[in-house]
């Protein structure tokens, strides 16, 4: 394509996006183009950014929990997941999750992210087990918990329904669901990286459920491997369909391929520039998704205060405990604390604000950090 045509090409999706018009497949695929200017991607990206969420910059303050990363499956893009009888592999006791839910709240954490392996030797009641036994012991740390393969496997463990298990969960403690788990919906890439587990039908089927019995989901998309525009677009139509629907995604999270300790060792990682049009690209698709989510610690510091004006409007957390990115050669901090969270995003020329996992704005007492509670949803706060 000349550059005129592409400029025109580049006014037209211009037009729909300020119309309110939906983006195609084939408009999707285009802003992929190294020819069509990052820069221009990215403004039009930050124009919607500001249209849903103003100037805001959002981050929670948040913990992470693997209760173990003994996993059936061997997904090629995975450096967390260990065999049964590696010495790596792990079970952590309840002593030890209690530890962390107590260190969660001496530290003011509002969420607790669970996700872990699908251990050979542990039956669905020990995952629900530890919903219950945070649950109890610290109601008030919301638990993000089990993304769609775990209840995908708990359906085959119990021989029940997706809606029994979901409810189940709720009953125990379960506040909502990450969006882990999706990679690639599809299957010319899924097939290629993790053939085993929950297919693409039962990921989005099980959302669909959560989202009919009231429980709000994040959802994902895991780039930079093996996979091409086409099939990043179609996987981010999918998402919007499913939204369509339901309403029930509360934030987008790009994931961007970390290649260290994984089966895919020989890829490179994305790069910035990827990073940020991926970013921006999203942000353009999901018209029907509020939040887009720059996950610090997959991104890097810099990156993710850049994506603030390339589409997202979160940052996540100050996060602690973090393994899966880790294990794959993130070179992020452990963690970050508030004032450094906040001053990244202030930094920014974004308005820091605390949220919960839910969306709703944090108040804590000014004269005791750890004490808190939940307020307004940030929409509410965001118009008056
Ligand atoms: O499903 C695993 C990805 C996901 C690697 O919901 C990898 O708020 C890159 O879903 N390189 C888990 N990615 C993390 C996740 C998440 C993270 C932050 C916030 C939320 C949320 C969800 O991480 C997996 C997979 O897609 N992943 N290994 C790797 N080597």
Redesign the pocket.
Known sequence: MNISDRNARFREIRDKVESGTRLTLDDGIFLYDPQVPLQEVGELANYVREQKNGNVGYFNINTHLNPTNVCVYR?R????RSDLRDPKGYAMSDEQILDRGREATENGCTEM?I?GGLHHQRPYEWYRHIIELLHDNYPQIHL?GW?A?EINWFEFQTKKSIQWVLEDLRDAGLGS???????IFHPEVRDQLCEHKANTHAWLEIHKTAHEIGLRT???M?YGHVENAYHRIDHLLRLRELQDQTGGFQ?F?P????????KLSNLKKPSALMDLRTMAVSRLMLDNVQHI?A?W??LGIETAQTALAYGADDI?GTVRHEL??H???ATTPEFLSVDKIKDLISETGREPVERDTVYRRVHRDPNDFTKWRSGEPVETALVS
Do not use: R, W
Not at 77 to 80: L, N
Not at 255 to 262: G, I, M, V
């Open positions: 997904c893009f995975c450096a967390f992210h996700v993000k993304t393969v669901m990450p969006g882990g788990g999706a990679e994040n959802c994902t895991l934030v999270i994931l961007a391929f970390h290649p260290e300790n994984t989510k996950y610690i997959m996540d899966i990115y294990d794959a050669g």
